[in-house]
C-alpha cells in the first residue's frame, strides 16, 4: 500500500458537499457524453453523489438528458413526469413505483426519486426540459404492447406488421426463458416479423415527427429478441449485444435532442468502464464505455467510476429473492478498494490526467463488483475484475463506508427472466 499513498494524496481531494466535486465538473462539462458508474445498483451514496453530479452538469453545463440501464417504457413514465408542468402525469415518485419488475429497487428508490422531483422542479418553464430515458433491452412485451397502443391510435394501417409479431410471440406467454429455449432447439423465431415491424417504424418515424417512442420501442423488441436468442447459447454474445442496444439507443437520443445534445448516462460500472482495461476484453466483452469512446472520440466522452471497501447494500441471496441489506465485508487484500482504504481520504475524488500517470492507473489491480445477486461468504473470489484504473474510467469517486439505498417498494416481486443472471449488472 505505501507505494501508492504519495499517488493517492496527489490525485485524491476530500469530498464534503457537491461544491467539492468542481475538479470532476470542470473535466467532465465540456464533453458530450459523461457515464457515470456504479459498483453495485444498490448502494444509497453512489446514487446520491451521481445525482450530485448530475445537477451540477445540467445546471452549468447545460446537459441534456439522463439515460439510464433501465427500462424504456418505465423510464418513459418517469420522463413524461420530470416534463410535465401541470402534473398530468403525476408525480415523479408515482412513475417510479411503476417499475414493478425485479430488481425493482434499481430505479425504485427514495435517492432517484429525489431526483427527479429536482429534476422536475428544475424543467417547471424550460422551452427544453430535461429528459429521462431508459437504454436497456429487456422490455420485450412492455415495448410490443406499446406499439400496439401508439399504431391502434395513430396509423391503423401498421397494425397488421405489429400484431404479426405480437402474436408470434404470444405462445411463450410472456416468459423469455420459453422464447430463448424454443429459438434454439426448434424453428420457432420471431425475428422476421421483428425485423418487418422495426423497418417501417423507422420509416414513418423519418417521415413524421413525435413518432420517435414509437421506433425506440420497435427497436427495444428487435434488440430483446436477439438477447434473449443469444443467451441459451452462452458466451459473449449476448452481453455484446446488450451494451450494443444501450450504445445505439444513446445515439439516437442524442440525434432526436438535435445540434449540441449533451448525455449523462447512470449505470453500473461493468457497463460504465472500457471493457479494454479489464478482462472483459479478454473475454471478448464490449461495454457501453468502449463503445462510446469509439463513437464520439475519446476528448468527448467521460467515465467514472464508484468504489466502496465496506458497509452495507441492498440485493438479493438469489435470483428473484427479496432485497434486503446485505453486509459488504471489507475488500480483499491488493484490491483498489484496499489500496484506497489504506491511502485516500473517506470522501474522495480521484480525477485522472488525461493521459498516463503514476502506477496506481497503469497497474492492473482487482476491482470490486457488486451485482443485484450477492453472496457476501463468496465475494472474494467472484466478485472482482482485474482493472487498470486510469485506461478504464476517467475519474473515481471513493467512498470507504457505504450503505444501502432505500427502495420504494416494501418488498421486492419475483421474476422469471433470465436477463443478466447470474451476475445481475
Same mark, same amino acid.
Given at each position: ?72 417504457? !418505465? ?171 444501450? !450504445? !445505439? ?84 487484500? !491488493? ?91
Amino acid at each position: 500500500m505505501a507505494r501508492y499513498g504519495d499517488e493517492v494524496a496527489a490525485l485524491a481531494t476530500a469530498l464534503r458537499d457537491a461544491g467539492d466535486l468542481d475538479r470532476l465538473v470542470e473535466r467532465a462539462g465540456p464533453a458530450r457524453v459523461v457515464l457515470v458508474g456504479e459498483a453495485s445498483h444498490g448502494t444509497h451514496e453512489f446514487f446520491t453523489w451521481r445525482a450530485a453530479l448530475t445537477r451540477r452538469l445540467i445546471e452549468e453545463h447545460g446537459f441534456s438528458f439522463v439515460a439510464v440501464e433501465g427500462d424504456w417504457p !418505465d423510464c418513459a413514465r418517469v420522463d413524461r413526469a420530470v416534463r410535465d408542468p401541470a402534473g398530468a402525469a403525476g408525480p415523479p415518485r408515482e412513475a417510479l413505483l411503476g417499475h414493478d419488475r425485479w430488481p425493482a429497487w434499481m430505479w425504485a428508490n427514495e435517492e432517484v426519486a429525489d431526483f427527479c422531483a429536482w429534476l422536475r422542479a428544475y424543467n417547471l418553464g424550460r422551452e427544453r426540459p430535461v429528459g429521462f430515458h431508459g437504454l436497456d433491452v429487456y422490455s420485450l412485451w412492455e415495448s410490443l404492447r406499446e406499439v400496439l397502443g401508439h399504431l391502434r391510435e395513430h396509423d391503423p394501417d401498421q397494425v397488421p406488421a405489429a400484431l404479426a409479431a405480437y402474436r408470434c410471440f404470444e405462445p411463450f406467454a410472456e416468459d423469455p426463458q420459453s422464447y430463448a429455449w424454443a429459438t434454439r432447439f426448434v424453428a420457432a423465431s420471431c425475428e422476421n416479423e421483428v425485423v418487418d415491424l422495426l423497418v417501417r417504424l423507422r420509416e414513418r418515424a423519418v417521415r413524421q415527427a413525435g413518432e420517435f417512442a414509437a421506433w425506440q420501442n420497435a427497436a427495444v423488441v428487435a434488440g430483446a429478441e436477439h438477447y434473449y436468442r443469444a443467451m441459451v447459447h452462452g458466451g459473449p454474445r449476448s452481453w455484446n449485444v446488450r451494451d450494443r442496444h444501450m !450504445d !445505439d439507443t444513446l445515439d439516437r437520443l442524442l440525434e432526436h435532442y438535435g445540434a449540441g445534445a449533451k448525455a449523462v448516462v447512470w449505470a453500473h460500472n461493468t457497463h460504465v468502464g472500457d471493457a479494454r482495461a479489464t478482462e472483459q476484453s479478454r473475454h471478448g466483452e464490449n461495454t457501453l464505455g468502449e463503445l462510446a469512446r469509439d463513437r464520439h472520440g475519446r476528448d468527448r466522452v467521460v467515465l467514472v467510476g464508484f468504489g466502496t471497501h465496506r458497509g452495507t447494500v441492498l440485493a438479493g441471496d438469489s435470483w428473484g429473492a427479496p432485497g434486503r441489506a446485505l453486509p459488504v465485508p471489507p475488500a480483499r487484500p !491488493d484490491s483498489l478498494e484496499d489500496v484506497l482504504h489504506a491511502t485516500a481520504p473517506a470522501r474522495a475524488q480521484l480525477v485522472f490526467p488525461a493521459r498516463y500517470g503514476p502506477p496506481l492507473l497503469t497497474d492492473e489491480l482487482a476491482h470490486r463488483a457488486i451485482g443485484v445477486v450477492y453472496r457476501p461468504e463468496r465475494e472474494r473470489g467472484a466478485n472482482y475484475v482485474p482493472t487498470v484504473l486510469g485506461e478504464r474510467y476517467d475519474a473515481f469517486l471513493w467512498f470507504d463506508e457505504t450503505r444501502a439505498v432505500r427502495p420504494l417498494h416494501p418488498a421486492t416481486l419475483d421474476s422469471r427472466e433470465l436477463e443478466t443472471f447470474p451476475s445481475g449488472v
